[in-house]
């Protein structure tokens, strides 16, 4: 059998069905932008922030306390810590705590999503000090992140 003839045996039905979905996906999608409930959007919401924080920004690597054996203390999950990096050159620009995220964030809501959209102190306009990203984040991503935190209190345990 020819190379093109099985490529043509497997395209096929794999194209097929993604265009015979297609319809499914798109009236999926409208039906939930058109009649989610609130709750149900804030869940989507709040594991949006998770996601963030916890797989892509990595938020407690700094932001939770480590044990005596050098790991993170998931009871204490972003309630802030002694930062674990070091700065690889000298700086006075280091931060050595991290403060707590969970619960209430420092700040106001809207100073706390500034922060993560431009990576500016909300006490200063500055850059944030190292190793703190210097975010830039969209407002959508900034809102579940503080979502996702408020969500935590400020005594829950993480999943990390």
């Not at 949006?48 to 999950?77: F, K, L």
């Not at 975010?135 to 809102?143: I, K, V, Y």
Request: glycine share 8%; with cysteine; proline share 7%.
């Amino acid at each position: 059998m020819s190379r093109s003839r099985i490529w043509s045996m497997l395209a096929v039905p794999a194209v097929a069905l993604l265009v015979a979905a297609q319809p499914l996906v798109a009236q999926t999608q409208h039906a939930d932008a058109a009649g989610k409930p609130a709750a149900a959007a804030t869940d989507d919401k709040v594991a949006r922030g998770r996601y963030i924080v916890e797989e892509v920004a990595m938020c407690g690597r700094c932001h939770s306390p480590v044990d005596q054996h050098g790991n993170r203390d998931t009871t204490h999950w972003l309630q802030g810590g002694a930062v674990g990096l070091a700065p690889t050159v000298a700086t006075d620009n280091w931060a050595i705590v991290a403060p707590r995220l969970a619960g209430t964030p420092p700040g106001t809501d809207e100073q706390f999503m500034h922060l993560l959209m431009t990576g500016e102190s909300r006490n200063n306009g500055r850059p944030l000090r190292q190793p703190m990203p210097q975010f830039r984040m969209s407002r959508a991503d900034a809102e579940a992140v503080l979502a996702y935190l408020k969500s935590l209190g400020t005594h829950q345990g993480g999943t990390n």
